[in-house]
């Protein structure tokens, strides 16, 4: 420790419990919260191995072993939304992973103050909409008698059902966030626009560097841990989906390209009542989204060295 | 510094860009708000786009004349309030211990708070246990307390609070604060900023949450906005259950989904334009690497 201006706290832990046991004493209740409502939730998967009979009992009745896996594994229907759930999210993730890239630096380059300050007003706005209105907003701009189907109509083509035609199903998804999503995914880049050295673009400039090179050969490096992790995040979160939105999007006719794992999952548990079985295909589903972003964060540490943890 | 001729034909591209992302992103508005304008022969030959044709505001006189829809508004602000309260508080009193550094526990604490980001119980043992374990059913606390702390609030609160001068708590301690006098008189007055980022962000969280409620609420006159609009836009209700007479019931039936949507998103779309960088500077602290 020579050399050090730390000054390590070397006192047994007991002593130094005693010692800062006010500032301890703040956790007591969080911690407890947290066991409650985090940890035994967590520990309440284990009647993916086990009977629930329902009741209080949360930790089941008695052992099964992998039956309720074995049984979701024969279900055509949990493949679909397997399948279906990889298709969503990561299309989704292709889709607007480089518009939001693209369009923070279309932000940056607006060079009036105002009109920038307006830009991102308007387009955080549909982040803070209720996903209830979202998907009333999509149905009625999808409607027969919507403007979607009004300018179709001007070109000749017959009013589409959009909602319950299970090709449009994804198409639905990924606009919508686009539209909900676009701005506010902007956020985080900005910031890091923000914090790149002035120096670097007059030095560029001087050199001669178009616009584009500028944000090539300094935006774009100067972001890229903040691309990084976002990434990270992004692929871990590839088993997950919009569960909200697709609950209230889908409907019997389109199942065939809506349903995904969460809504498969409330549908054979919180609708069917099979607990058991619904915790096992959630189960599943939340160790995939861990070992993805586990194994996310290992590659962008190894390669970029920014990583989340 | 002179602008060369790319430059100029580039900012009138962005320019154009920009301006239609304002007019998508605005669209779905104007629709519904002309749509909750317009009458219901002009709705269902799909004549609205931008602006309410043959105007009326029936429905929306009918909307408010029963006294449901405030009924719903009401359970919203209580469960607005009451959820704020307890989460906020809950919150900066985890936060602040786990921004001591000098604690040496913290080791063990901070990847227990962080570890809840990538791994949850899942939907279905949560479900049991605030329904059947806790029974918290038809409560306001099944609603309130199951999400009151979350980990990445207490990662922003701990970002904000260690970047806090230090000096300041040392001479209240030289004045003889203890430490909870410090956190309330000192700590907390100095994260006004953060309080009220969280504050919003718990706010419109519950004003937009419905699923919960539709997991845990059974009786309907407890219900939040969020649900009941859920329940207008799905299940087509029937017009006189709003309370609208037999001639009304065509009218309300085209507008009142539009109608609905417009009363509910109103409040955050008011208070959004004066609050929005609250939530910008939230997620800026929350960035940077607890």
């Known amino acids: 420790m020579e050399g050090s201006s730390k000054v390590f706290d070397v006192s047994p832990l007991w002593k130094h419990v005693r010692k800062e046991w006010k500032l301890y004493s703040f956790l007591v209740l969080p911690i407890i919260y947290f066991l409650i409502f985090k940890y035994a939730p967590m520990i309440g998967n284990v009647i993916a191995f086990r009977k629930y009979r329902g009741g209080p009992n949360f930790l089941g009745a008695e052992w099964v072993g992998l039956q309720y896996f074995k049984m979701f594994m024969k279900d055509p229907t949990f493949w679909r939304a397997f399948w279906n759930n990889i298709f969503l999210s990561a299309s989704y993730l292709i889709v607007r992973f480089p518009l939001t890239l693209i369009f923070a630096l279309l932000i940056n380059e607006i060079r009036r103050l105002k009109l920038k300050k307006f830009v991102q007003t308007v387009s955080y706005l549909p982040h803070f909409i209720s996903m209830v209105i979202l998907a009333g907003m999509v149905k009625e701009m999808l409607a027969a008698s919507g403007p979607i189907n009004a300018l179709l109509g001007k070109f000749g083509i017959e009013p589409i059902s959009f909602i319950s035609l299970p090709e449009w199903f994804p198409s639905i998804y990924i606009s919508s966030g686009i539209w909900q999503g676009l701005g506010w995914g902007t956020i985080l880049y900005l910031a890091a626009m923000t914090g790149i050295n002035t120096e670097l673009y007059e030095a560029a400039r001087i050199d001669g560097a178009s616009r584009f090179r500028l944000a090539w050969h300094v935006t774009i490096p100067g972001i890229l841990p903040t691309i990084m992790t976002l990434l990270i995040l992004d692929i871990g979160g590839i088993m997950g989906s919009n569960f909200e939105k697709v609950l209230l999007l889908y409907n019997p006719l389109t199942y065939e390209t809506a349903d995904v794992i969460s809504t498969y999952v409330y549908r054979m548990g919180i609708t069917g009542g099979n607990f058991s079985f619904a915790t096992a295909v959630g189960l599943f589903e939340g160790v995939i989204g861990l070992i993805l972003v586990t194994m996310a964060n290992t590659i962008s540490k190894k390669t970029t060295k920014s990583s989340l943890w | ?290």
């Open chain 2, 1 to 290: 510094m002179k602008v060369s001729a790319s430059s100029r034909i580039f900012q009138g591209f962005n320019a154009l860009i920009m301006t239609l992302v304002i007019f998508f992103t605005l669209y779905p508005f104007i629709y519904l708000i002309a749509q909750s304008f317009s009458s219901e022969a002009a709705v269902y030959a799909g004549k609205v786009s931008f602006y309410p044709v043959d105007f009326t505001a029936l429905t929306y006189k009918v909307i408010l004349s029963k006294p449901d829809f405030f009924r719903y508004y009401g359970n919203t602000l209580l469960y607005a309030a009451v959820g704020t309260l307890i989460s906020v508080t809950a919150t900066a009193v985890m936060a602040y211990p786990l921004s001591k550094e000098k604690l040496r526990l913290n080791k063990f604490f901070i990847p227990f708070v962080l570890f809840t980001m990538y791994f949850g119980g899942g939907l279905i043992p949560n479900y049991i246990l605030v329904a059947k374990t806790l029974d918290m059913r038809d409560t306001i606390w099944a609603l309130v307390i199951p999400g009151a702390i979350s980990a990445f609030n207490v990662i922003l609160m701990k970002t904000f609070f260690s970047s806090l001068p230090n000096e300041l708590e040392e001479s209240a301690k030289v004045d003889g604060l203890d430490v909870y006098g410090i956190f309330l008189r000192i700590t907390l007055p100095l994260s006004k900023p953060i309080i009220a980022t969280m504050v919003l962000f718990v706010v419109v969280g519950i004003w937009n949450s419905w699923f919960d409620a539709s997991l845990y609420i059974q009786s309907k006159e407890k219900w939040p906005v969020a649900l009941y609009l859920r329940q207008v836009i799905e299940t087509a209700i029937s017009p006189t259950e709003i309370g609208a007479s037999s001639e009304q019931t065509t009218q309300i039936a085209a507008t009142v989904k539009s109608a609905a949507m417009v009363l509910t998103s109103l409040p955050i779309i008011c208070i959004y334009p004066f609050v929005q960088k609250y939530f910008v500077q939230g997620m800026m602290i929350g960035s940077v690497k607890g």
